[in-house]
């Protein structure tokens, strides 16, 4: 249901290509996580699977269906930013429905998802409060919950902790496996972190100038780096 697949997905800006020919397959409930360091192709990668950038050339599925030409709010993703993405003048509870709202989704549904990413997220308290009132924790797990809502096939996250200090980032980053525990859904999650990326992932992909360096689990990727890139990034042995 939740599978995600890209072929021969590539990205120009002008003249620089930044990502080149990237193929993918993402099997139902897996947790992949993209490695790299900055300016690498990762946020551009996600962008192009959500919608909100097109490729040059390539596809995007998702369950099976060729997504590539659909708006972000067709093609079944919700994407977690660094930057949270929170509307100011929203309470929690507004940020949390309006996209459902905006959907038309009834009511009594839109009562039930927001239930049950509170129940999820332990956010009862915060309701009433606007973004501007809450912790940088806090806003991240109020962007976790308006995914929640949306019962996506595919959960991206870009770099979700990078604005966190570093006891909350172990936390949501444990409050983000429970969350694949629980929900057993696809997620694609950015990160420039090598211990985000081998504590998370069942999968990780290397990147390094816009080209996939090594697709392996953790401890493959550890064990048989592909190449010094992989090796150093991931701080193998040998
Ligand atoms: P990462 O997320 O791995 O740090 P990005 O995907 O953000 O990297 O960027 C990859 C490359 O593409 C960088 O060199 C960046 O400067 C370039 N880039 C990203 N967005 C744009 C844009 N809208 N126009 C031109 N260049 C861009
Ligand atoms: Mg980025």
Not at 77 to 93: D, G
């Amino acid at each position: 249901m939740g599978k995600l697949v890209l072929e021969g997905i590539s990205k120009r800006f002008g003249a620089v290509e930044v990502l080149k020919t990237v193929d993918l397959d993402v099997a139902d409930g897996e947790f992949i996580v993209i490695v790299g360091p900055s300016g690498c192709g990762k946020s551009t990668l996600l962008r192009i699977i959500a919608g909100l950038s097109d490729q040059s050339t390539g596809k995007v599925l998702i369950g099976g269906r060729d997504v590539s030409s659909l708006p972000p709010s067709k093609r079944g993703i919700a994407m977690v930013f660094q930057s949270y993405a929170l509307y100011p003048h929203l309470t929690v509870e507004g940020n949390l429905t309006l996209g459902l709202k905006q959907a038309r989704t009834a009511a009594s549904l839109i009562a039930e998802r927001v239930a049950e990413a509170v129940r999820i997220l332990a956010l009862e308290p915060f309701l009433k409060r606007r973004p501007g009132e809450l912790s940088g924790g806090q806003r991240q797990r109020v962007a976790i919950g308006r995914a929640i809502v949306r019962h996506p096939e595919v959960f991206l996250f870009d770099e979700p902790l990078s604005n966190l200090d570093a006891a909350l980032r172990n936390q949501v980053r444990a409050e983000i496996a429970d969350l694949h525990r629980r929900l057993g859904a696809t997620m694609v999650y950015v990160t420039h972190d090598q211990v985000e990326a081998m504590t998370l992932a069942d999968r990780i992909i290397v990147m390094n100038g816009g080209i996939v360096q090594q697709i392996g689990t953790p401890s493959e990727l550890y064990r048989r780096p592909a190449n010094a890139f992989v090796a150093t990034f991931i701080g193998s042995p040998g």
